[in-house]
């Protein structure tokens, strides 16, 4: 299984650059990016909801989940 971050769809529908919304949302560029190619861990519930909110959108439209064919490594 793998969580999918949307986060650059969301940017492009928005026309938003990353350095903006790391401005609006109070986080670093550093952490944004590891959001955005998908390579974080977790994200605290704060930091989704201040970006729905920054990028008016459902968390759904952030995150997907994907199923993948090694479920049983």
């Known amino acids: 299984m ?20 790391a401005d609006k949302v109070g986080i670093t560029m ?3 990016s590891i959001l955005k190619t998908g390579k974080a861990k977790a994200i605290r519930f ?5 970006l729905c909110e920054v990028l008016e959108c ?7 989940y994907t ?4 479920r049983d490594k």
């Open 58 to 64: 459902q968390p759904a439209d952030l995150l997907e």
């Open 46 to 50: 704060s930091t989704l909801n201040k």
């Open 67 to 70: 199923e993948t064919e090694d």
């Open 30 to 32: 550093a952490n944004l």
């Open 2 to 21: 793998a969580i999918v971050v949307n986060l650059d769809v969301m940017l492009a529908k928005r026309k938003m650059r990353l350095s903006e919304l």
